[in-house]
């Protein structure tokens, strides 16, 4: 097998197990697996490039799922509602992770972004209730709005030293968010930034040069310098 078409599996909902191993796919396209709510193990060949939109979004049964090393590209909404999906691995590989890809997988707990990464793009994480641990390589420059909106368990998060912004709602309801450092390379701290985070009590810029919306930490602790 070397193609399957769009949405082929969509919403086949007693769909359980699914093995590619011995196909020589190229790419995941986008709805392939979307709403299977009884799929739990999935095994997909190392000739994966691409894995596309919405292509397991709400398989609900999920809890864990290993990306091939092939894999450079994940799409927008890729792994969307899993909510049952505790552990999965990126390989180092890895480019591009799309926007929402892993947002509101409610049982997702720990999570590491490889150095190949250069980007956290649109509320990729938003709504990860689980999520206490996230590894961020220091190289990575960019944030996109409320990547991490409303993960209440977030306890704890070292920001790369190249990044640049921290833009509108990022952390908006990390609840259980005690501290942070903001590096010298952040040039903005934008409206709502920490809006709501009620336990963040130790916040440290470490240069005045960072410009400070004056609702960054709305219902929060207010940072020092």
């Known amino acids: 097998v070397k193609t399957i078409e769009k949405a082929a599996f969509k919403d086949c909902i007693s769909l359980v197990q699914i093995s590619m191993e011995s196909s020589s796919l190229t790419k995941i396209d986008g709805r392939l697996f979307e709403g299977c709510i009884a799929l ?26 290993t990306i091939p090393s092939s894999v450079t590209f994940i799409s927008d909404f890729a792994f969307n509602g899993c909510s049952s999906l505790k ?15 892993f947002s509101d997988c409610i049982s997702l707990e720990e999570i590491k972004i490889p150095e190949s990464t250069n980007s956290l793009d649109l509320e990729l994480f938003k709504g990860c209730k689980a999520l206490k641990k996230i590894s961020i390589p220091s190289s990575l420059k960019y944030f996109g709005l409320r990547v991490f909106d409303q993960c209440l368990s977030l306890a704890e998060i070292e920001l790369p030293t190249s990044l640049t912004s921290i833009p509108c709602q990022t952390f908006r309801g990390c609840l259980s968010l005690k501290s942070i450092k903001i590096p010298e390379s952040v040039e903005l701290i934008d409206d709502e930034a920490f809006y709501d985070c009620s336990s963040l009590d130790d916040v440290l810029i470490l240069t005045q040069k960072t410009k400070v919306s004056e609702i960054a930490f709305e219902k929060s602790k207010k940072p020092k310098k």
């Open 40 to 65: 739990k193990n999935v095994s997909l060949p190392n000739s994966i490039e691409s894995i596309g939109y919405k292509s397991f979004m709400n398989c609900s049964c999920l809890i864990e799922f």
């Open 87 to 101: 552990k999965i691995l990126i390989p180092s590989c890895v480019v591009s992770l799309g926007s929402c890809t």
